[in-house]
């Protein structure tokens, strides 16, 4: 298990270290996702078992991480009751953007391999 979270942890530091060095406008957590899922597609097989276990005992305990979350939305809550509509918005064109971005990748996919 130790070994699994060094890893976890590695390949979140790679990820970092890359988005700084680079200056990419992308968390490096995400790309240390990224490389880990690299490594795990080089490997060809699947995941080693310790790494399983360790990761979903992480997804077990995601929803605290959402605390954090929480207590800054409470904090800004005068700053959402402000610029609610603008927020709003974002929110719901974010929303559809995603949706109608996944869609039309999904039938692109379907095509290439149909």
């Known amino acids: 298990m130790i070994g699994?979270?060094?890893?976890?942890?590695?390949c979140q530091l790679a990820g970092e270290v890359?988005?700084?060095?680079l200056?990419?406008?992308v968390p490096g957590p995400v790309i240390g996702m990224v490389l880990l899922f690299l490594a795990l597609l080089l490997r060809g097989r699947e995941a080693?078992?310790?790494?399983?276990a360790t990761a979903d005992g992480l997804l077990g305990s995601l929803g605290l991480?959402?605390?954090?979350?929480?207590v800054g939305?409470?904090?800004?809550?005068p700053l959402l009751a402000r610029d609610w509509?603008?927020?709003s918005l974002a929110?719901?064109?974010?929303?559809l953007s995603a949706i109608a971005f996944t869609g039309r990748l999904a039938q692109w996919l379907l095509r290439r391999l149909g």
């Open 73 to 77: 939305v409470v904090l800004y809550l």
């Open 65 to 70: 991480l959402f605390v954090p979350a929480g």
């Open 4 to 10: 699994a979270l060094a890893a976890l942890l590695a």
């Open 18 to 21: 890359v988005a700084r060095a």
């Open 85 to 87: 509509a603008p927020l």
């Open 23 to 25: 200056h990419l406008p």
């Open 91 to 95: 929110v719901v064109v974010g929303t």
């Open 48 to 52: 080693p078992p310790a790494l399983d």
